[in-house]
């Protein structure tokens, strides 16, 4: 398979807090790749480095074969990778269509962003009911499904998924992994930070696990399922 994204000696700092420390990994095309650890791991400083949301210290970020480690973030979506952050951060006194046009900023023929959002709306029908409702009244979930239908809008190739699942109900995270799961069959590559660790490895095909700003283990989710420290740390299983 062949490779969407490497990260090669990529390090975050901010002032003396060195929060990722030279990492290397590949994310491949189609797959679902997942990133673990524990608090304050550098899963989150990670994501923003590669959306250019975070001033990458040292390294590069190399997608689709072009370094776009220096690329302005209003143009990283532009070039294909788009991030879902954590926290959800929709704009609560817009409607749902509009924060879905916001995610389109870059995309400029009209009947591109309407076959954008009508795909949104397939996949997250609840988000068609609501168009015109205030992002702000949405339950906790469907405000995810709107971040993520959002980072959808300029039909990236490459997703990035922080934390989809923080503080959402048990039922609500199923829903949301199924629709990863979804996207990644309509060749969406995604690469996904997530606290719930069982829920990841169901989905992920492989995995990374980062402690202190360093990679400590890779491997396919099956492997990080079966790895004892693993299995020690995250599973709950002793
Ligand atoms: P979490 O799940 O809690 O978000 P994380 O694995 O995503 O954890 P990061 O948020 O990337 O970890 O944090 C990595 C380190 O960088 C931590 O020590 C954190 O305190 C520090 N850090 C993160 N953001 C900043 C910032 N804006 N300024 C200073 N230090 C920061």
Do not use: W
């Amino acid at each position: 398979m062949s490779v969407l994204l490497k990260l090669e000696n990529f390090k975050l700092r901010y002032g003396a807090v060195e929060a990722v420390r030279g990492i290397n990994l590949e994310i491949r095309k189609g797959e679902i790749a997942a990133l673990l650890g524990a608090n304050g791991a550098g899963k989150s400083s990670t994501m923003n480095g590669i959306a250019g949301l975070a001033p990458v210290a040292d390294g590069r970020v190399i997608f689709d074969g072009r370094d776009i480690t220096d690329l302005p973030p209003e143009e990283i979506p532009i070039s294909g990778l788009t991030l879902a952050p954590e926290g959800r951060r929709v704009f609560g006194t817009l409607t749902v269509a509009d924060n879905l046009r916001m995610g389109a900023y870059a995309v400029s023929d009209p009947s591109e962003i309407r076959a954008a959002q009508d795909r949104v709306f397939t996949l997250f029908p609840i988000l068609a009911e609501r168009q015109n409702q205030f992002a702000g009244t949405l339950s906790g979930g469907q405000q995810q499904m709107l971040a993520i239908g959002r980072a959808l809008m300029c039909n990236p190739r490459l997703l990035l998924l922080d934390e989809p699942s923080l503080g959402l109900a048990p039922l609500v995270v199923e829903q949301v992994f199924e629709l990863i799961s979804t996207l990644r069959d309509q060749s969406v590559t995604i690469f996904l930070v997530e606290q719930n660790v069982a829920g990841a490895l169901e989905i992920a095909d492989r995995a990374y696990l980062m402690a202190s700003g360093q990679i400590t283990r890779a491997g396919s989710a099956a492997e990080m399922r079966a790895s004892e420290d693993m299995s020690a740390s995250y599973l709950g299983v002793h």
